[in-house]
């Protein structure tokens, strides 16, 4: 881990995502800053939705950290800190990426994580640059599921677009569940990793690894929102920018990530 990441735990707070960007906007971020909560009592996922969460099941944090690029040069960021994800996963519970995908874990453009079609987590980047000659702050919020599923689908209600999953879903059944400190610590070390690799190259550096990772890959998929009329294709990977790939009567369409919502066509 960066010697200069600094480490903030705090009881409860409205949201890791909105306090860190509170301190970009005043002025107030030097280092990266990695700050988890026990508790968010306003959590959010994309597009201003709710993220619901239960203080003992789920992992809440965020990781502010400056890009001495342009916003329109982080392109695709979301998607590696999915890929990020995955390997701190793996590292916490000493189980292969190779053994995870087999038990059904995915990524779903461009920012969920799932087990079998069910939602495990997801990914929430915000912040910008202050002026031109100022490095781009960004927020990179994770909010996982760990355990008690059946829990965390009450607090979810009948409405929710997916199912729930937790992260004791992958664990063997003999296997005792690592704390969450330790958890929190190993996904900070995979995000940092994965940003300077991300930083030297670019988003294509990461294509084909994300590809094998892509939920609906190959599936017939609609895309609604934005204000705009749905749109189907056939899903088919993404671009070197991370911009979703689809297939509409033998053209493809590149799709950007925005206020939208992806779905398998039923």
């Avoid at 909560?37 to 502010?64: H, I, M, Y």
């Avoid at 969920?112 to 002026?131: H, T, V, W």
């Avoid at 937790?166 to 690592?178: F, I």
């Avoid at 094998?212 to 070197?240: M, R, T």
Wanted: hydrophobic share 40%.
């Amino acid at each position: 881990m960066s010697p200069n990441c600094i480490l903030e735990r705090v009881a409860t707070t409205k949201s890791t995502n909105d306090d860190l960007l509170a301190r970009w906007r005043a002025g107030e971020l030097i280092d990266p800053v990695a700050r988890i909560a026990r508790e968010q009592t306003a959590g959010k996922g994309r597009a201003g939705r709710v993220w619901l969460s239960n203080p003992e099941d789920t992992l809440c944090f965020s990781l502010a950290h400056p890009f001495y690029k342009s916003p329109n040069e982080l392109s695709g960021l979301s998607l590696v800190i999915g890929l990020a994800v995955i390997a701190g996963i793996a590292a916490a519970l000493g189980i292969s990426e190779t053994a995870l995908h087999r038990q059904g874990l995915r990524l779903k453009w461009p920012n969920d994580l799932l087990i079998n079609s069910a939602k495990l987590g997801g990914i929430l980047i915000e912040g910008g640059q202050a002026n031109p000659s100022s490095p781009t702050w960004l927020v990179m919020g994770l909010g996982l599921n760990l355990r008690n599923v059946n829990i965390i689908k009450q607090h979810l209600g009948a409405n929710a677009s997916l199912e729930a999953a937790a992260l004791d879903q992958l664990m063997p059944n003999q296997m005792t569940a690592p704390d969450t400190e330790f958890i929190w610590l190993k996904l900070i070390e995979s995000f940092e990793s994965h940003i300077a690799q991300f930083t030297q190259h670019g988003f294509g550096h990461f294509q084909h690894r994300w590809k094998q990772w892509d939920a609906y890959d190959g599936l017939a998929v609609y895309i609604s929102g934005a204000g705009k009329e749905p749109i189907s294709g056939i899903a088919s990977g993404v671009n070197d920018t991370g911009a979703l790939l689809l297939n509409q009567n033998n053209k493809t369409i590149a799709i950007h990530a925005g206020d939208i919502s992806l779905r398998v066509q039923s």
